[in-house]
């Protein structure tokens, strides 16, 4: 596996499990996430996939089965794959083929796929800005989610579009140190 240590499922999934709860969750980064986390309703998925193809009908998949599913009972799903894409620009590309998947599937207004990566950089940010860790991962992930759930959660929640903003404060705040302090 190209020197690539192999990791169990359940570890991936603890893992990003302990990055939702105490950076997602812990930080307030998504104001949203706690309710869906409480009642069980995330769908942890781990890819064994190695390439974009197999990544890709892994992703095919599961926007099907996040599209049929109660949202009861599903909510939303994250497509963890520690084994592809881990170099944030082959990542940052695939997320185009995302995106049309959404589309080919007539999923487009109804399923969208946000993006969490170990080496998340924004646009015209540092590589080491604080802000870019608001989307960084413990492994590459595609998290799918229900458009009509993201509007009635932003309708629901006061100033939505400073979420973002709130969140680069809060970690530029907390800092290189503070973030290393999270995972002690």
Same mark, same amino acid.
């Given at each position: ?50 390439? *974009?193809?197999? !990544? &890709? ?8 089965? @996040?599209?049929?599913? $109660?949202?009861? /009972? #599903? *909510?939303?799903? !994250? &497509? ?8 944030? @620009?082959?990542?940052? $590309?695939?997320? /185009? #083929? ?87």
């Amino acid at each position: 596996m190209h020197g690539i240590e192999p990791l169990s499922d359940e570890a991936v999934i603890e893992a990003t499990r302990a990055w939702l709860e105490k950076a997602v969750i812990g930080l307030n980064l998504c104001p949203f996430a706690k309710a869906v986390h409480v009642k069980r309703q995330i769908r942890y998925v781990v890819s064994h996939a190695e390439n *974009e193809e197999s !990544l &890709l009908e892994d992703l095919l998949h599961e926007l099907q089965l @996040l599209a049929a599913a $109660d949202p009861g /009972d #599903i *909510e939303t799903t !994250l &497509l963890i794959h520690p084994r592809v894409l881990r170099d944030f @620009l082959d990542y940052n $590309d695939f997320l /185009d #083929i995302a995106d049309a998947a959404v589309d080919e599937l007539g999923l487009d207004g109804v399923l969208q796929v946000a993006s969490f990566h170990p080496h998340y950089q924004f646009a015209d940010s540092e590589p080491d800005d604080m802000g870019n860790f608001s989307n960084r991962a413990p492994y590459p992930t595609l998290h799918l989610l229900r458009e009509d759930s993201v509007d009635k959660a932003v309708a629901a929640f006061p100033e939505a579009e400073r979420i973002y903003e709130t969140n680069i404060e809060t970690l530029r705040k907390l800092g290189p140190e503070g973030w290393k302090a999270l995972w002690k």
